[in-house]
């Protein structure tokens, strides 16, 4: 069985491989299991029901009406449980048997990763249907793997995603607004989109092109930094450097090293330099992650009206902190303010540094074509560094 800080790095090393080069993350299907939609008297006397018998149990109570018999008997037409696989059958029960958005949700899934022959315009319907954000950022997901399965369409599909990830951007305080900022910076990195040539299109293809950079050397750091908090074979445990990376991928936004962050604040092993640090990255980390925001309100809950003011100023200060140094880096890193030389005198092949020194040439790039393009270069390489 995998630690618990073991599976959390399967976690982020599996997401790593669904943000690489805008690839999409494999899946593993499976099979979805089947059962009557009540227990009626028959099926009382004939337990343990077999696929056969429960199709029989809910075929006879979607005769009477039953909405959840007919969701079963769509799993069950689908998957070959009980009744002979029948694609047009199940999408008819799916029909009736979908009733909410986490079912509509499901079919469009069911669409999109194949458990019904390829249709697109299926995983489009299903998934507008369910309507929630998250079913959108999936729908275009979809299409950008349409897009780099089928080269002669890509245009169309990427286009169809693009526009998708851009609406995403107007849905306030859902976390696919990140998810689709992500996406959006690899298609700028691999050419699939832009969001304009001028001053102020270079300036956002940047930004959305350093936030995928960031998320995933991020990602990477936060793996290094529990290989040294739980330690392996090769590698002794090391509370100093498990807080040096645990604090490093926190600055690119890292939704686990911003929880852990907050641990290491709340247990005093780091300093908490305004007095609400810990709220304020408890609150940055609730704008990505619901699990948080119950968190952030037990931590709120009793405040006087003069410590919420407290832990607001320290709130605007992390988000001033990314706006004038690129991340959300602490008071003490070496990478929150450096002077020129200092900057200069690090080590030039560490990709910390190189994003650091990007940052600094964003505001020429803008008006500059090939200092953007050297930018976006180092963005780029970043994406793609796979050490």
């Known amino acids: 069985m995998l630690r618990s800080t073991e599976f959390l790095r399967a976690v982020i090393v599996f997401g790593i491989v669904s943000f690489v080069a805008g690839a999409q993350a494999p899946y593993v299907k499976i099979t979805y299991s089947v059962a009557p939609a009540e227990l009626t008297l028959w099926a009382q006397l004939h337990e343990p029901l077999s696929s056969a018998d429960i199709a029989k149990v809910n075929s006879e109570l979607f005769a009477k009406g039953n909405k ?148 995933l050397l991020g990602q990477k750091e936060f793996g290094i930094a529990l290989d040294y908090r739980s330690g392996r074979e090769d590698l002794a445990p090391d509370q100093t450097m498990w807080l040096h990376y645990c604090k490093r991928a926190a600055a690119y936004d890292m939704d686990h090293a911003q929880h852990f962050y907050v641990e290491a604040l709340n247990e005093g092993q780091v300093r908490d330099l305004s007095g609400f640090d810990a709220v304020a990255w408890t609150r940055l980390n609730a704008q990505k992650s619901f699990q948080e925001i ?38 003490d890193d070496p990478l929150r303010d450096p002077s020129p030389t200092a900057l200069a005198a690090m080590d030039q092949s560490d990709p910390d540094v190189q994003m650091r020194e990007a940052f600094n040439k964003e505001e020429a790039a803008k008006d500059d074509g090939q200092v953007y393009q050297n930018v976006l270069a180092v963005y780029r390489n970043v994406r793609n560094h796979s050490h």
Not at 100 to 107: H, L, R, T
Not at 298 to 327: H, N, P, V, W
């Open 68 to 215: 959840k018999a007919a969701w079963e008997l769509g799993l069950a037409y689908m998957q070959d449980l009980g009744v002979p696989q029948d694609f047009p059958k199940a999408e008819q029960m799916f029909q009736i048997g979908a009733v909410d958005a986490d079912q509509k949700g499901m079919v469009g899934m069911f669409y999109a990763q194949g458990y019904f022959p390829r249709d697109l315009n299926a995983v489009e319907r299903w998934y507008v249907a369910a309507g929630r954000p998250q079913d959108y950022f999936e729908l275009a997901e979809t299409f950008k793997a349409a897009g780099q399965a089928d080269k002669s369409a890509s245009p169309y599909y990427y286009s169809k995603a693009t526009n998708i990830y851009l609406a995403l951007l107007n849905k306030t305080g859902q976390p696919e607004i990140r998810r689709a900022q992500l996406e959006l910076g690899n298609f700028v990195i691999d050419g699939i989109y832009s969001a304009g040539s001028d001053a102020k299109g270079r300036a956002q293809n940047l930004e959305w092109a350093r936030m995928i950079a960031q998320e």
């Open 294 to 331: 119950s968190l952030l309100k037990a931590m709120t809950s009793s405040m006087t009206a003069e410590q919420r003011a407290g832990a607001e100023d320290a709130f605007q200060s992390l988000i001033k902190t990314r706006t004038k140094y690129g991340a959300y880096y602490v008071q």
